[in-house]
């Protein structure tokens, strides 16, 4: 095959891993970037990709998008995002709880599109957190790592045996914590707010005793921990003083979660009901601070589709999620702008974080890394529409926000994979 | 449009309706006197007290018997409606203040009619001041004033929480 | 946020909840309530006031004595009620209670009364018929989950001020489950518009909702320390199947702690009344002796209920509060 040469001419590069911002050409050669600012010698560019006035970032990687199922339609959404690398849980339909599943998924995602896809397999059978699932297998067959999807097995025994496993074969554990009972018929966060609106709770100590069971297993087993989508502050604190401690521990927040919190509810908006749910205004902003100080790693999209008739039905009995990829960087860059973070710094959470919590490389510019490219406009302020969307989910709570920043072009692979129409 | 300082004088007016109406309860003495709310009642009350037989006084209030509820919705003093006595087979005066569309005529008869059959309901009017929109006309009636539709004709009683209140008219452009 | 239960002028076009309402609306609300009294008075129940107009009672979760009271409420007022029974009709057939909602427009609905064990239901029949511009339809909350029982609330209100005049200077508690409990909620907010003095909520930790003193109540976990100086006492209904469990070990032992009897009472304010929404678990959150004594007006409540229901109906179709 004959070498095809990119050149990305007149963006602003911006490279979070190594802190480089400035305006500079990018050079891909083979599907690999080649060069950064000088032409490589005997270089000549087959496509010239026009950057004026665009920021040139590595593209995103999304540690939570639930795109098993429509696989097609969500690796278009997640190029029109920008995100060029993503994990996809096992709580999809069906459960990602054998190898040939997982292959599947991924070997799907190959076929169509130069998306990297990272499945995350189950933790037990069925996510039932009775029987271990086949985590080497699972390994093996492309997955990431492995979870229990939301929240943790009810048995605690089953926890510990899984976590000996898991760190027998050295798979990672992804978990969302929330311990079981408490979190099981809840539906909002704990507080006043929930009390006026007569909504079944979720107390935040669902989320402090899941991690403080984990934490203290982790100790115990060894298992390498990552938390996903932690929702409050008391979260953030044991996150931090575990890390402190010494634990190699990581974790994760929801990207709507920088930006909502319970009284976004408002009047029962079932597009606000998430899992974790959205919780109280200290807890938001200890999440914002937790992003902005590495407590907490990454930022996810925790994009999940849902259709009309799981959305549009009363708040207790609406499907938990939201779309969420194709607002992933613009909600990120919002958070960084709100607490005026460099650019360089802004993106870290979404790129190089992301990507060394994957244990992969990606999520950086560098010379010979896979050409994964995101070239946005840090100034468009588009307001987010139904029709705007590729996602087969069209709802989320932030319909009829005007967001800044907006994604033109992707690559991934070297391949313009998106162009803004 | 008269003058308002010629309106006559409501007082008088109502000595001359009872005046009218005293053969009718010397015909037949079970005759009830129904007022329609707020001004038909007192008139309502002062003829029974001008008559010598001093017959029992009835009130009706038709807010809940308008034909512009959906328009208009419901006016926020609703009164209680007392209809002292079983009208069924009795005659009936009904006494209202001013006559001009005739709706207040026909709501406050359909809720008449809904607590008994009256044998039969004759209107008696202080002030029938035309511009009619419905088959209704006054049996007895003391001033017949014809006035432009953006007239306001209104009775009113001062102190108004007195029974020996002074009646009087007044006259606005709406 | 615009209130979902007013249009853009502040009037109310639908009941969905007592919190949002002016103290000039409720008291508006209970005026009106009181010139409906008279009419369930007469031989002739009935007045002109919705007629031609369909009265939908759509009830998601079964209560019997509730939807009878919006119907006789809605036939007082000459409107043609029809019943549906959701629980066991078209949502068991997997029909989405939106689309039952645009059904029942179709056949021409002039107001739904909704009863459902979620809360903020009505909420999303409202969102959803100002999305599709169908703002002629009103609709009146009859119980959405633990949320609001606005219509009860008002009933309540009505009671209060029939017994005590005004709401200055009242002492009212709420005594029992209050966690579940819609009809709590609902009197709460318009105690506090209407500016009692003190809202107190009386009960175990577990029945009690986290942070309920942002709305403006005391809790109280002792039963004689929340009824003391009170003018009012509600007693709230305790499910059945709330009585044993995680929440309360025993009925007994609730009866022991929080049943109201004639001996608890006299930390009461001497005329204190005693209210219930019903129905009553007699010897359980209240003693017989207590429930038929003249200070219980239970039943008075269940009479002025139609006259509000009433009330709230002409409001509503007539244009609003």
Redesign the interface.
């Given at each position: 095959m004959k070498t095809h040469n990119i050149e990305i001419r007149g963006g602003r590069v911006v490279d979070p891993a190594s802190q480089f911002d400035d305006t500079a050409s990018v050079f891909i050669s083979d599907g690999k970037i080649a060069s950064i600012g000088q032409t490589p010698a005997g270089f000549k560019a087959d496509q010239v990709v026009d950057a004026n006035g665009l920021v040139v970032a590595p593209g995103l990687v999304d540690l939570s998008a639930r795109i098993a199922g429509n696989i097609d339609a969500e690796l278009e959404a997640s190029v029109a995002g920008g995100v060029t690398t993503l994990a996809c849980p096992p709580d999809v339909d069906p459960i990602i709880d054998e190898p040939e599943l997982a292959e599947r998924i991924v070997r799907h995602a190959e076929d169509v599109s130069q998306v990297r896809v990272l499945p995350v397999g189950a933790m037990t059978q069925g996510l039932a957190g009775t029987m271990l699932a086949e985590m080497s297998l699972l390994r093996d067959a492309g997955c990431i790592a492995v979870s229990q999807g939301r929240g943790l097995p009810a048995d605690t025994k089953v926890l510990l045996r899984a976590l000996q496993y898991a760190a027998s074969c050295d798979v990672p554990v992804w978990l969302q914590p929330a311990e079981y009972y408490l979190s099981k018929d809840g539906i909002a966060h704990d507080s006043a707010w929930s009390s006026r609106l007569g909504l079944s709770a979720i107390p935040v100590a669902a989320e402090t005793m899941a991690m403080q069971n984990v934490l203290s297993l982790a100790w115990e087993t060894g298992a390498r921990i990552h938390f996903t989508q932690i929702s409050s502050a008391e979260g953030v604190a044991l996150l931090r003083a575990a890390q402190d401690d010494g634990l190699p521990v990581t974790g994760d927040v929801a990207v709507h979660a920088l930006h909502l919190y319970e009284q976004d509810i408002g009047y029962f908006d079932p597009l606000a009901r998430f899992d974790p749910p959205l919780r109280g205004f200290e807890d938001r902003e200890a999440l914002r601070i937790g992003l902005a100080e590495g407590t907490l790693g990454a930022v996810v999209s925790a994009h999940t589709p849902r259709g009309v008739d799981v959305k549009r039905v009363p708040f207790a009995e609406a499907a938990p999620g939201a779309t969420g990829i194709e607002l992933l960087l613009a909600l990120t860059l919002a958070w960084g702008e709100s607490l005026s973070l460099p650019l360089r710094r802004s993106l870290l959470p979404v790129t190089a974080k992301a990507a060394e919590i994957l244990g992969i490389d990606a999520g950086q510019i560098a010379v010979g890394q896979r050409a994964d490219l995101v070239l946005f406009d840090p100034d468009a302020q588009w307001t987010v529409q139904e029709s705007d969307l590729r996602s087969a989910g069209k709802l989320t709570p932030f319909l009829g926000r005007t967001l800044q920043g907006r994604v033109m072009k992707t690559l991934a692979g070297g391949q313009l994979v998106y162009e803004r129409g | 449009m008269p003058d308002l300082k010629k309106l006559p004088d409501a007082e008088q007016q109502i000595m001359a309706l009872a005046e009218s109406l005293r053969p009718v309860f010397e015909r037949a003495p079970e005759t009830v006197l129904i007022g329609v709310f707020t001004g038909g009642v007192w008139i309502a009350e002062r003829i029974s007290q001008l008559l010598p037989s001093h017959p029992p006084v009835g009130s009706v209030?038709i807010?809940?018997?308008r034909d512009d509820?959906?328009?208009?919705?419901?006016s926020?003093?609703?009164?209680?409606?007392?209809v002292p006595l079983d009208i069924a087979g009795k005659p009936v005066i009904l006494v209202d203040d001013v006559l001009y569309t005739g709706r207040t005529t026909r709501a406050a008869l359909?809720?008449l009619f809904?607590?008994?059959r009256p044998s039969t309901v004759q209107l008696a009017v202080l002030a029938d001041r035309g511009g009619r929109q419905l088959p209704i006309a006054a049996d007895f009636c003391a001033w017949r004033v014809s006035l432009p539709e953006n007239a306001n004709l209104v009775l009113t009683r001062t102190p108004v929480d007195d029974p020996k209140g002074q009646l009087t008219w007044s006259l606005d452009d709406a | 946020m615009l209130d979902p239960q007013l249009d853009a002028d502040g009037n109310l076009i639908h009941l969905l909840s007592t919190e949002g309402l002016s103290k000039e609306q409720l008291t508006r609300l209970l005026d009106t309530g009181a010139s409906f009294i008279g009419v369930s008075d007469r031989d002739m129940k009935k007045v002109p006031l919705l007629r031609g107009k369909s009265v939908f009672n759509l009830f998601f979760e079964n209560s019997t004595r509730t939807r009878t009271t919006f119907e006789i409420a809605a036939k007082r007022l000459s409107a043609d009620v029809i019943n549906l029974n959701m629980s066991t009709s078209s949502t068991a057939k997997g029909e989405t209670l939106l689309d039952t909602v645009d059904n029942l427009c179709a056949m021409h609905a002039d107001m739904f009364v909704v009863r459902h064990e979620s809360s903020g239901a009505p909420h999303l029949i409202v969102d959803h018929l100002r999305r599709t511009g169908r703002n002629d339809i009103h609709v009146i909350n009859a119980g959405d989950g633990r949320h609001s029982h606005p219509t009860q609330g008002l009933l309540d209100m009505y009671t209060i001020r029939h017994y005590k005049g005004d709401f200055e200077g009242l002492n009212v508690a709420l005594i029992g489950d209050i966690l579940h409990s819609r009809v709590a909620r609902s009197d709460i907010h318009a105690l506090k518009t209407l500016g009692a003095a003190s809202i107190r909520v009386v009960g175990p930790q577990t029945l009690i909702p986290t942070d309920i003193e942002a709305l403006g109540v005391e809790v109280h976990r002792d039963l004689e320390s929340g009824l003391k100086d009170c003018d009012v006492v509600i007693a709230l209904r305790l499910q059945r199947e709330r009585m044993t469990g995680a929440l309360l070990p025993s009925a007994t032992e609730f009866h022991g702690l929080y049943g109201l009897t004639h001996e608890r009472l006299k930390a009461a304010k001497p005329d204190a009344i005693v209210m219930h929404p019903g129905p009553m678990n007699r010897g359980v959150e209240i003693d017989s002796a207590v429930a038929d004594s003249p200070r219980a007006v239970i039943l008075p409540q269940v009479t002025f209920g139609i006259a509000m229901r009433m009330a709230v109906m002409s409001v509503l179709a007539g244009g609003g509060a």
């Open positions: - | 209030d807010s809940f018997y509820f959906s328009e208009r919705g419901l926020p003093n609703v009164q209680p409606t007392t359909n809720e809904d607590y008994g | -």
